[in-house]
């Protein structure tokens, strides 16, 4: 297990076992950093959370109300001389995407690194980006490490880089590579003393007018190149007799090597370490060297097409293997079977296929557990949904007439069984925003937006003054939970935190849902199941923009801070059983605390159960 405490440390004699996000964590101590922010998005909130569990790191480290806002606040350190680090996911990217284009154009002082984490596959949700484009969009240089020790060196060393340039310099990791452990070996931690200082240049720190926009802009450029002359080591070649190439970087570096030391075989290989800008000289020497090559890399072809145009420029025929002629795929993410079946051809003696049955799609059907995805037991967003369908169903509706928008975090499960009760999901804060278009599309019904209270203070707000503003009927649903729980339970501005940092401000939507003159506000703990229903009956039918707070803790937080209510029991002799029951508490609760007894009947767990009652509400029989 690692040893959090061990990363604020000075060098051990042994090496320590971390995860590459913890590897990259202890990369920024060691690098002298002045201030990590970020925003939870997962698989990358574990770097954050790693320094958060250090005592006395002696230096600034938060969580920011979004990706956006944490990276500005870098920028400000950066540009006062001070190096800092901000960590968000791919879709964190995209929310900060603005002002980090305007600031790769000015550029940066102090050391700034900016940690993004794709998910091929969509581990943990929302869109199989690949930022490697947005680098590339953006003249933006960018690190890729294939195991937790170059997780360290990478960000250690990318400090420096960022000085030596001044420029942002990105890191790049996927899903696996960010959960890959290994013993990482530390180094001396730098100390700075800098002073703190800004100076006066509208040329290079505004916008000040085309010529000032075009210098920008040249120099990003030439800041690029030589990132790439700097970086050079970081793009090791190995020339060998074979004439068959592999490129490969990040966790498929680590696929293509397994495959080859198992195999004994010697192909030539460049793994890239950089992902941008590219090594084109070091590709053109492998192309000349190979007959045939292979492009290991997920998601799109972006080194692949770079083969494919310097390979105009050998003066023999190169086959490329790799995505856009085939075999390997432009979706999900790869494993050593996916990597051994892609090279098979090229070493048919010596590579194996990997026995794929015809039949293993239906096979991993049948060997699959049949569970709802759900909310944690307890949790009181399933009490605000099956209230909120209870209100639409006693209002004369059907469950097809209302439209439901539904937002990222939590709240988003209300989408599955047994609720079906959220109906979209683009972005954070997009839910009242798209609720407004419906409106103004003509939607005679009443139109419903949800969002947890992290959504909300994210990016809810806007939309929010925005619906107002135009007197938009619309009825908003705000899950206040107290905490940023999909990722892990992060505090954000309206988390009432019993720790040193207690004497933070406390905000509460309602506060900034009056001052944008909304009156129509309730909050309401869902749990209590008699109360919220007229209250959202009240919201469905009012002429007006409302709003309803559905107030509780997270479960699984309040239970950790000691909270907890014990847990219910069924009366055997009442129930009717969960097969003759139409309205069992299994079927419209969705519980995970509820089991079917040998008996056929309920059985609550009690190790499960946090004693919300809402399965006592739902049973008809008065059996809990």
């Known amino acids: 297990m690692s040893d959090y405490k061990n990363l604020g440390t000075h060098k051990l004699d042994t090496p320590l076992l971390l995860s590459a996000n913890q590897a990259l964590a202890r990369g920024a101590i060691e690098g002298g950093v002045a201030l990590v922010t970020g925003y939870p998005g997962t698989p990358s909130t574990y770097a954050i959370e790693a320094l958060l569990r250090v005592p006395d790191l002696g230096f600034r480290v938060e969580w920011s109300i979004n990706e956006k806002v944490a990276f500005e606040i870098a920028t400000g350190v950066s540009w006062a001389g ?11 990217l995209n929310v ?33 980006q690949d930022s490697r484009l947005f680098a590339r969009f953006a003249v933006a240089p960018m690190l890729t490490p294939s195991s937790p020790q170059e997780a360290l060196d990478f960000t250690r060393r990318a400090f420096d880089l960022s000085e030596e340039i001044g420029r942002p310099v990105m890191i790049l990791m996927t899903t696996p590579m960010a959960n890959t452990s290994e013993l990482v070996q530390l180094g001396e931690i730098k100390s700075f003393t800098r002073e703190p200082s800004f100076d006066f240049d509208i040329a290079r720190y505004a916008k000040a007018g085309p010529a000032a926009c075009v210098q920008q802009h040249k120099d990003t450029l030439a800041s690029l190149v030589e990132f790439g002359k700097l970086t050079d080591d970081l793009n090791p070649l190995t020339l060998t007799d074979s004439s068959v190439g592999i490129i490969a970087s990040g966790i498929t570096w680590n696929y293509i090597k397994e495959v080859v030391e198992s195999n004994n075989l010697k192909p030539c290989l460049l793994k890239l370490g950089v992902s941008n800008p590219l090594p084109k000289e070091k590709i053109k020497t492998l192309l000349a060297k190979v007959d045939t090559i292979v492009v290991l890399e997920e998601l799109e072809p972006i080194v692949e097409e770079v083969v494919l145009a310097l390979r105009s420029e050998i003066d023999h025929p190169i086959r490329v293997v790799g995505k856009i002629d085939g075999p390997l795929s432009r979706t999900g993410d790869y494993n050593v079977d996916v990597v051994s079946s892609a090279i098979h051809d090229l070493f048919p003696t010596q590579v194996a296929k990997p026995e794929i049955p015809e039949d293993l799609s239906q096979h991993i059907q049948d060997l699959q557990v049949k569970r709802l995805v759900t909310f944690c037991s307890g949790c009181p967003h399933r009490a605000t949904y099956y209230a909120l369908n209870e209100a639409i169903e006693k209002l004369g509706y059907k469950k097809e007439d209302v439209i439901i928008t539904g937002d990222i975090g939590c709240t988003i499960l209300g989408m599955n069984d047994p609720f079906n009760a959220c109906w979209t999901e683009i972005s954070m804060g997009s839910s009242i925003s798209l609720a407004q278009g419906f409106k103004y599309a003509g939607i005679k019904n009443p139109v419903v937006a949800t969002m947890g209270d992290g ?3 994210h990016a809810g707000i806007p939309a929010l003054l925005n619906a107002t503003h135009n007197k938009t009927n619309l009825t908003i649903i705000i899950l206040d939970n107290h905490w940023t729980s999909m990722t892990g339970m992060q505090p954000h501005v309206g988390t009432e935190v019993h720790s040193t940092e207690k004497n933070k401000h406390l905000i509460k939507p309602e506060e900034i849902i009056r001052a944008a003159g909304i009156k129509n506000i309730q909050r309401v703990n869902p749990y209590q199941i008699k109360k919220i229903i007229p209250i959202l009956m009240e ?7 409302s709003i309803v707070i559905a107030d509780a803790e997270c479960a699984i937080q309040k239970k950790r801070g000691g909270n907890g209510g014990g847990f219910l029991k069924v009366k055997p002799e009442q129930c009717v059983g969960l097969d003759t029951c139409e309205h069992s508490c299994l079927k419209v609760t969705g519980c995970p605390a509820i089991e079917r007894g040998e008996d056929g009947k309920a059985f609550i767990n009690p190790d499960a159960c946090n004693a919300c009652g809402l399965c006592h509400h739902a049973c008809f029989h008065g059996a809990i």
């Open 455 to 457: 959504t909300f203070f």
């Open 539 to 545: 919201a469905l039918t009012s002429p007006e923009i």
């Open 82 to 92: 001070l190096r800092s680090l901000v960590t968000m996911k791919m879709s964190g």
């Open 96 to 128: 900060a995407s603005d002002s980090l284009l305007s600031v790769q154009y000015s550029g940066t002082n102090g050391g700034m690194v900016i940690y993004i984490a794709d998910d091929p596959n969509t581990y943990y949700g929302m869109v199989e």
